[in-house]
């Protein structure tokens, strides 16, 4: 059976062809510069097509601000892989700032990433990617609730099926997590919803093949 799949990690992305049984695996270095102890983490990689690729991760350690060289925000590929353009300075925040968490794509005119502008003070935002430019698409501090919301995963079927997830701090003696879930469904945001319950979860990420056909992978009794 013939596959094709990408994998991202440390400052590389991997591209497996082939058979399942004899897979070719090529890995291009991106090259992500930085002083040392910066992150030059990839956390996630997405295609709507195979050949416009996107792939988000780390920013700059939050004692360098400033920053320099290309960081490991976010990263394109237009011709499956072969080659990279760095995207981190196209973000509508200020350069090695942004945390891409999470990326996912529908179309090449429609990629939504899960971003924190913030890290110290978990600021999550969604922007999305029109075909030209990104913009910010929602403020998702607008569904903070009595505490503070972390999230970690974006997903969606269409731009009227769009879902980030995560996890609630409550505030109080002890404070308790739970998990998040805030959905879009092409016109207004939902927070909590359908999420799981029971204290203590934390929703690592969030995937499926249809609207409703959607899984989760999530903690128990801990956070991640």
């Known amino acids: ?36 102890g910066d ?8 295609s709507a097509d195979g050949q416009d690729l996107w792939v988000g991760g780390e920013r700059y350690s939050p004692f360098n601000t400033a920053g320099s060289g290309e960081d490991a925000s976010l990263w394109r590929s237009r011709d499956a892989g072969a080659s990279w353009e760095w995207f981190g ?12 968490k999470s990326i996912w ?29 990104w913009a910010e698409f929602v403020n998702l501090d607008d569904f903070r609730q009595n505490g503070a919301n972390v999230y970690h995963s974006i997903w969606g079927t269409s731009s009227n099926d769009l879902y980030v ?10 404070p308790y997590y739970t998990t998040t879930i805030t959905h879009f469904n092409g016109s207004t945001w939902e927070a ?23 899984f989760l992978y999530h903690i128990e009794s801990g956070v991640g």
Do not use: H
């Not at 529908?106 to 030209?132: C, E, F, H, M």
């Open 1 to 36: 059976m013939a596959i094709t799949y990408y994998l991202a990690g440390q400052g590389k992305v991997a591209i497996v062809t082939g058979d399942m049984g004899s897979p070719t695996v090529v890995v291009k270095d991106l090259g992500v510069s930085g002083v040392s």
């Open 39 to 46: 992150a030059k983490q990839f956390n996630e990689i997405c």
């Open 89 to 100: 300075d196209q973000l509508p925040y200020a350069p090695y700032v942004a945390t891409v």
């Open 105 to 133: 794509a529908i179309s090449t005119s429609q990629v939504y990433a899960l971003v924190n502008i913030n890290p110290g003070n978990n600021d999550y935002r969604v922007i999305k990617w029109d075909g030209s430019a």
């Open 165 to 174: 997830a995560g996890y609630s701090r409550y505030l109080g003696f002890p």
């Open 192 to 214: 909590d919803a359908a999420a799981p319950t029971g204290a203590l979860q934390d929703i690592v990420s969030i995937s499926g093949a249809s609207s409703s056909n959607v």
